[in-house]
């Protein structure tokens, strides 16, 4: 091979690592937590910061508190805040706490999240170490906040990862007890039948999402955390 071939063959070799490396980087960035930034985005233009008197009550998490449009309406009287993403994990509430927490300042902060974070094939004990960080963060963000960890919930779809789903809301009670200003709710036991199944009538047509008679059963544990 004459040096004017290797020399080509190298620049080929450069361009097309040039060319992968930036493929790679895209694809990264779109499954990042910055493939919500547009929808976080329009959190913060359609969703006003609440009176400086009012005891801000905050929901935020991934698809079920998204798609709870009508929380106020189950807690009358109170100021509450949704804001609620996408299909978001654990790390992607992380990196958008500014946005969608401290922004707000809210007095109770109800966390969904850790039923995505599992179905991407997380270790329940993987997760757990990320919503410690993400407490930690709150905490030193908003020290007299209180906080609530909604429990992943059981699903039609998800049900063959009940054990891991058991697992992971066993450690999260565990940590809540052992940490001030953090509660655990359980909305594991009150969405099955008397069999130990998903109740199949609190769903919607995927099987993942529920429809109002799922969310009134979250009402009547939610309740529970306010005064």
Same mark, same amino acid.
């Given at each position: 091979?004459?040096?004017?071939?290797?020399?080509?063959?190298?620049?080929?070799?450069?361009?097309?690592?040039?060319?992968?490396?930036?493929?790679?980087? %895209?694809?990264?960035?779109?499954?990042?937590?910055?493939?919500?930034?547009?929808?976080?985005?329009?959190?913060?233009?359609?969703?006003?910061?609440?009176? %400086?008197?009012?005891?801000?009550?905050? &929901?935020?998490?991934?698809?079920?508190?998204?798609?709870?449009?009508?929380?106020?309406?189950? &807690?009358?009287? /109170?100021?509450?805040?949704?804001?609620?993403? %996408?299909?978001?994990?654990?790390? $992607?509430?992380?990196?958008?706490?500014?946005?969608? @927490?401290?922004?707000?300042?809210?007095?109770?902060?109800?966390?969904?999240?850790?039923?995505?974070?599992?179905?991407? %094939?997380?270790?329940?004990?993987?997760?757990?170490?990320?919503?410690?960080?993400?407490?930690?963060?709150?905490?030193?963000?908003?020290?007299?906040?209180?906080?609530?960890?909604?429990?992943?919930?059981?699903?039609?779809?998800?049900?063959?990862? /009940?054990?891991?789903?058991?697992?992971?809301?066993?450690?999260?009670?565990?940590?809540?007890?052992?940490?001030?200003?953090?509660?655990?709710?359980?909305?594991?036991? @009150?969405?099955?039948? $008397?069999?130990?199944?998903?109740?199949?009538?609190?769903?919607?047509?995927?099987?993942?999402?529920?429809? /109002?008679?799922?969310?009134?059963?979250?009402? $009547?544990?939610?309740?529970?955390? &306010?005064?």
């Amino acid at each position: 091979m004459t040096f004017y071939n290797q020399k080509k063959q190298l620049s080929f070799l450069l361009l097309f690592t040039f060319f992968f490396i930036g493929s790679l980087n %895209g694809l990264f960035a779109q499954e990042g937590p910055e493939r919500f930034k547009n929808e976080v985005d329009q959190i913060i233009a359609t969703t006003p910061i609440p009176n %400086g008197n009012a005891t801000v009550y905050l &929901f935020t998490g991934s698809s079920s508190i998204r798609l709870w449009k009508n929380i106020p309406e189950y &807690f009358p009287n /109170k100021t509450i805040v949704n804001t609620g993403f %996408g299909g978001s994990q654990t790390h $992607e509430l992380m990196h958008f706490a500014d946005e969608l @927490i401290f922004r707000y300042k809210p007095n109770k902060i109800f966390i969904y999240e850790g039923d995505n974070d599992l179905a991407s %094939g997380k270790k329940p004990s993987t997760i757990l170490k990320t919503m410690k960080k993400l407490i930690t963060k709150i905490q030193s963000k908003l020290p007299d906040a209180e906080i609530v960890l909604i429990s992943p919930k059981p699903s039609l779809s998800r049900w063959t990862l /009940k054990e891991d789903y058991n697992t992971l809301n066993r450690l999260m009670e565990v940590y809540c007890e052992k940490t001030a200003n953090v509660s655990f709710a359980n909305v594991w036991d @009150i969405a099955l039948n $008397e069999s130990g199944e998903p109740i199949k009538e609190i769903f919607i047509e995927d099987g993942l999402h529920m429809n /109002k008679k799922g969310y009134d059963l979250w009402a $009547e544990v939610l309740e529970n955390y &306010f005064p």
